[in-house]
């Protein structure tokens, strides 16, 4: 399931590199907004939220910048990108070595443990999981920043083998060890949150700073005491917890400077600048995303705190939709007079599509051609990137152009019936235009052996993700097009489920639907769109903005 993810993830981000190596800088913005996230959370996970998290994220994606025009191939850009994230954070274990014992010093922010349990709401044992990182060394660490990665579907095996510098197979003896060592520090933080009189003696004089001497005598304990070992619930593995766990958001007033560091013009070029690339930094621009800006200049800071809610967004003005008349264009609220005389209207066709259930095509059926929709660009209040793991998330998309929505099913967290995402408060027209990732969730996609999955929607072993009656299978990517405002909410109940939101473009939907079976996909993707307003609407879409967003009701009459 990782391997299918980022190998389409690389696919749809091979134009944005090659653009940005050409001296695009909206391209070259869209590359640092997009990937910044995933280095902010490697490099905050390995230093657990050390003062240094921002100087070492900022050279290294100053490093990756500097040397874009040095990639050969677009497809090995996050390889490449975690393994200068890795060499910064060795080359600052190296230089703070002599100032390893002052680490215990108190820090004025919370560390990377505290940021991920309150940003990313975890708990039980999942928050037991992130709080274990406290008791584990720095070389422990540094590989538990990409291990949490690598089974939360954002790195592959063989990138966490490149980007520590070892073989595959010396890799999987790594993270095996790395595996018992988080085991028993959560261990530790479940006694420790526990009532064991012979602890509480124990840690009388423990200042509570995790450190190796205390780790060593917890865990001691642990081994030797009947109720600390009497856990009351059964201990789900550390890898099945965090399938699907989000990226942490970036910090507000997080600031990223890429205006060289600091260099000038001249020294710049001496480096490896690219002219078109120096170019391309020195002009003015301003590129938008969710609680976030990069503004001239390269200087990248978040705004908006990542967990208040989404600011609801206004519809598009006119300045931001003009183009030409198109039949997709947003339905006005006051329709404007008809210059014809003719006293009869054509027939309002929108909406009308009756919900069907659809078959899966043949593995090896090409899909149709996707008709091009016009693209005058989408905001949305998640970024680029938006992730939605917990019931009450939702993402606010405006403008004119293609999304899409990738499917994480987690039945081994929780199976059972699944509460189903909803579109609310449209204003104008939304399409569902086609179905790509290379599998249906329904596909077979192993015996069982990758964690009790048989198909995407889980197995036998671990309980099976059941749609309503009714209700579309989704594809592993789902793409929509927006002509004009709607939010998708995530309304998770009983089952376990996350989605990611990406603003997309035609030529990334088409790429991705025609990757099939030649390719490694499982099958080729489905063309849903005729390109009429008469192409299919989502299920569970309304104009209203209901208090409960779950309630919306199954059908594609808008």
């Known amino acids: 399931m990782t391997h299918e ?25 869209e590359l640092v907004a997009g990937w910044l996230p995933l280095v902010y959370n490697i490099v905050g996970r390995a230093l657990n939220g050390h003062a240094d998290v921002d100087d070492v994220v900022q050279e290294t994606m100053l490093r990756a910048v500097d040397n874009l025009g040095s990639l050969r191939d677009p497809d090995s850009f996050r390889s490449w990108l975690v393994a200068i994230a890795m060499r910064q954070i060795r080359d600052r274990a190296r230089r703070k070595q002599p100032d390893r014992l002052d680490e215990s010093a108190p820090h004025e922010a919370a560390d990377f443990a505290e940021l991920t349990v309150l940003r990313l709401q975890l708990e039980g044992q999942r928050r037991e999981v992130a709080e274990a990182v406290r008791w584990l060394d720095d070389e422990d660490r540094q590989l538990l920043s990409l291990w949490w990665l690598e089974v939360a579907g954002e790195l592959t095996r063989r990138e966490l083998a ?119 930094l020195t002009k003015p621009a301003v590129a938008m995303t969710a609680g976030a800006t990069i503004v001239a200049g390269g200087a990248y800071v978040v705004t908006q705190p990542p967990d208040d809610p989404p600011p609801r967004a206004a519809a598009p003005t006119a300045a931001s939709t003009a183009r030409p008349p198109s039949p997709s264009a947003p339905a006005s609220p006051t329709p404007s007079p008809s210059p014809s005389p003719t006293p009869t209207k054509e027939p309002e066709l929108y909406g009308t599509v009756v919900d069907a259930v659809d078959r899966a095509p043949d593995p090896n059926a090409e899909p149709a051609a996707l008709p091009r929709r016009p693209e005058s660009g989408i905001t949305s209040t998640g970024g680029a990137q938006a992730v939605m793991q917990h019931r009450g998330e939702s993402v606010t998309l405006s403008g004119q152009g293609y999304v899409l929505v990738r499917w994480q099913i987690s039945p081994d967290d929780r199976s059972g019936g699944l509460t189903v995402p909803t579109w609310t408060g449209l204003k104008g027209k939304l399409f569902h235009v086609a179905s790509g990732g290379g599998r249906r969730m329904d596909d077979v996609i192993g015996d069982g052996s990758d964690r009790g999955y048989v198909t995407g929607m889980g197995g036998p072993d671990i309980g099976y993700t059941v749609l309503p009656d009714g209700t579309q299978q989704m594809w592993q990517n789902e793409y929509f097009y927006v002509d004009g405002t709607v939010t998708l909410n995530q309304n998770e109940r009983g089952a376990s489920y996350g989605l990611t939101v990406f603003t997309s473009t035609w030529d990334k939907a088409n790429e991705d639907v025609r990757y099939g079976p030649p390719q490694g996909a499982i099958r080729y993707g489905l063309v849903r769109d005729n390109g009429k307003d008469t192409a299919p609407v989502p299920q569970y879409v309304t104009r209203a903005t209901p208090a409960d967003p779950a309630t919306v009701a199954q059908r594609s009459r808008v």
């Not at 840690?203 to 509570?208: H, L, P, Q």
């Not at 399938?243 to 600091?262: D, Q, R």
């Open 162 to 280: 490149s980007a520590v510098g070892i073989s595959r197979r010396h890799a999987a003896v790594r993270v095996q060890r790395l595996k018992e060592r988080v085991e028993t520090a959560r261990g530790i933080v479940r006694a420790l949150d526990g009532a064991c009189p012979e602890l509480r003696e124990l840690t009388a004089r423990w200042n509570g700073r995790p450190d190796s001497v205390w780790r060593k005598r917890l865990a001691r304990h642990l081994r030797g005491c009947a109720y600390c070992g009497d856990t009351r619930e059964s201990v789900v593995p550390a890898e099945r917890l965090l399938v699907g766990i989000a990226l942490v958001p970036l910090p507000v007033g997080f600031t990223l400077s890429l205006a060289f560091g600091g260099k000038t013009a001249v020294a710049a070029t001496s480096v490896g600048w690219s002219a078109k690339l120096l170019g391309a």
């Open 5 to 29: 993810r980022t190998d389409v993830e690389g696919r749809q981000w091979r134009s944005t590199i090659a653009a940005a190596q050409a001296g695009d800088r909206q391209a070259l913005d």
